[in-house]
């Protein structure tokens, strides 16, 4: 089978493909039928776990080329022992002199196979260790088995005692080149293994191990013909020799690794972000760039690495052809974005560093670490390294501390921000001092009987509140869900049998305290009472479909655009969802469409939501989404709704489709890169087809056709308005123009000169404009003036050809003319206009008008 990519759309559970067999799951769990029993792949794999390992070692890559053999219920383990062995001696030509193995000591089948039935090995180059070295396991459930490993015995090293070193331990004479799995079991959550009907055997090696023996370079990846190009163009670009110098030998291994790691990952479709797969990337450029500029190479030079690793793998990962331009830019831009902020952040942490060396500090201070991630995009790890290289660890504490202050700020504020501050450190002290606790009962729970162990009115605590106040509420349980996670505060009464508050908000005030804050609207409410707590159910219930459908949304934006949607915030109440993400584009239609095909896909298949309690690293490595930045405590709690896992501590659904319909109701950029949907769910969505099958219906009703005809009829309506218009402008226009001529046949000679002199009854200055720049247009030489009324408005108009314009001004001559009648106006000296003011004395200022013309143009003579 050819190689899956390093991210498995199929399997969000983990971050990449990280060894040969993953890809191969549904076959061995028995979900899909596989293309055969006997299975051979070289599967490209990535193991961000390694990361460090790089650089530090010659034979610990992040990307590497797994080469494995699959049995699905086929041969067992004598069979794969047998045929492992023949591969490595016979075929790839490994001296079996040099070679041990190792077996679970639990595992006699697999010790006398090596040693007895097959007598491959003598009984002393078995070893035969325990759970950390020869179990494997898929993960806390699920396929679990034994395994036998196969090591290239370098001999004793040099400073280590031989009793002190087996292949269990990392001592340097054992190079791992082969690994059998024995999949025997399934491992129940209680921890009962269940024998399969069928075990399955998975093999990996890693290619670059066995090369580096075949080649006689073991412990040394980068002298072996897979990397010596890539070397070769470092040594070029920087001037250094590989083998030269201790430091600059990691340098040259880490910027050589890391960019085929790149380049691998952005042919897969990973882009640097600061979130999960994107960071990962972003890590190995930035650390690539830091160990580059060691060497001395220039900014840029990662770029040509990237294009290097297409030249040379091509041939087998014709991916990287297709991506070639894509990679060689991303890397390139990655690498100037560190750049503009390198030489800063190093000078800011070498000053640390000194610093702390001259206080005796053993650490460096999460202010600057904080800074330098924040302001210079250093990510943590890198940071860590830079300062282990002196010795000097990191206040990785203090700086998750900086990181959620920094983020506390920057949250949209609550509705207590008049005094947020007040209110948190009130709480706080509150909750040391006297132990203010409340319990949260709303996962399962709306209505509660509980007791007021608090009340806070403007600020002061209270013993008692009364009718009007404003009152902040703790009870010792409550149902009510503090703002979170996207999530608004609920809102419901709190009632005694002396009083009842509504509650318009809930919030954490501090950790553990949850605050209400309520209005009472009847009677009293006093500290000890007890009370019933009910949040108001239909909002909440509204809520939590909205809700369980943003995390529908968000795992089917990303199934369908990719790990470069990332979430960038959201807020979820009663009316509607918002869910903010990153994305370059626009959606189309059709991918709209196909995003609310997906979640309402996923609703109707009606899955079961749990909630489950786990520890972090479990969360993460089962591939929950979680919020990079976001600060988790050590047991999270993890959301799986259908396709989606996240962490969350939100209220949900019971099954998916208790969200009921689900309907996108706006798509559009809220900054750059980043889009927001809006959608409605359940009620909501009901409410918003009812108002569309509400406006059809109007809208039909008015056009007086079927609503099944509205679309025609308006595209009909439309049509016949525009060709209205035409008509209408082409009377007006003929209209004018018999208007224009019936008065330039009154015309008044003045000279060579005309006057056309009127009040043409009814109309308004567009109309006399129209109508006098026409009878200008023909006139010749001469001037027009029209007076005219509409709706008691009077309209005057006076305009001039060009070759009159010096010795009569229009614009001069209504100014004169105009307070006749009162109006008010002016313009150009060749076309001026008044309106307003009596209509009864228009007729007398035309009249003026006539006459000053007359007398402008043919010096006061009469020759009419
Ligand atoms: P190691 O102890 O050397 O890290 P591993 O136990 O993590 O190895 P497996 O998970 O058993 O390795 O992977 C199977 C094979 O993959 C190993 O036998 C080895 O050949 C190869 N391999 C594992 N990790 C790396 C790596 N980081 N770089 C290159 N090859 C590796
Ligand atoms: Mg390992």
Known sequence: MPSWPLILKDDPSVLFTSAGMQPLVPYFLGKKQPPAKRIVAVQKVFRATDIEEVGRDGYHQTFF??????????????????WGWELLTKVFGFDGNTLVATVHHSDREAYEIWTKTLALLPPEKVFRLGDEANTWALGPTGLYGTDSEVFIDNGPQPGVPEHECDPGESCGRYLEIWNYVFQEFD????????????????????????????QGVPGDVYRTD???????????????????????????RIAAEHARAATFLIADGVVPSNEFRGYVLRR??????????????KTGALSTLGGEVVKIMQKHYHELTKARDRITQVIADEEEKFERTLANGLT??????ARAKAEGQKWIDSDTAFRLSDTYGFPLEMTKEIAASSGLTVDERGFSELLEGQRSRSRATAKFSQDAMRFGQFYSLLRETQGLRSEFKGYDELATDAQIVSLVVG?????????GQDVEIVLDRTPFYPEGGGQVGDR???????????????????????VMSAKVVDGVLRVQAAAHAAVDEELRRDTMRNHTATHLLHATLRNLFGEDVHQAGSLVHAPNLRFDFTFGRALTPQELQRVEDEVNRAILDNASVHARVMPLSEALASGAMALFGEKYDDEVRVIEAGPSRELCGGTHCHCTGDIGPFLITKEESIGAGVRRIEAVTGVGALREMRDTRERLARAAAALRVPQARVPEAVVQLSESRERLEKELAAIQRSGLDAAASELLGKAEMLGTAKLVAADVGDGDINHLRALSDRIRATIGSGAVVLGARRNGQPAFVVSVTKDLASSLDANKLVKEVAPIFGGQGGGRADSAAAGGGEPAKLAAAIEKARDTVRERLNGGRDRR
Do not use: C
Not at 492 to 514: F, K, L, S, Y
């Open 65 to 82: 080329e797994m080469l494995g053999n699959f049995g699905i219920g086929d041969y067992w383990k004598k069979e794969a022992i047998e």
């Open 187 to 214: 491992r129940k959550a209680d921890g009962t293994l269940v024998r399969l009907a069928r075990p399955n055997i998975d093999t990996g090696a890693g290619l670059e191990r066995l090369t580096q023996v075949l």
């Open 226 to 252: 897979l990397f010596q190009p890539l070397v070769k163009k470092i040594e070029q670009l920087s001037g250094r020799k590989y083998g030269d110098e201790r430091d600059s030998d990691v340098s040259i």
């Open 284 to 297: 190995l450029i930035r650390r690539a760039a830091l160990h580059g500029r060691r060497l001395g190479l």
């Open 348 to 353: 800011l942490l070498n000053e640390a560093i």
């Open 459 to 467: 600020g002061s605590r209270v013993e008692a509140a009364h009718e």
């Open 492 to 514: 419901g009464t709190i009632t005694t049998n002396e009083g009842r508050a509504m509650v318009a908000d809930t919030q954490t005030a501090a950790p553990g305290v949850i």
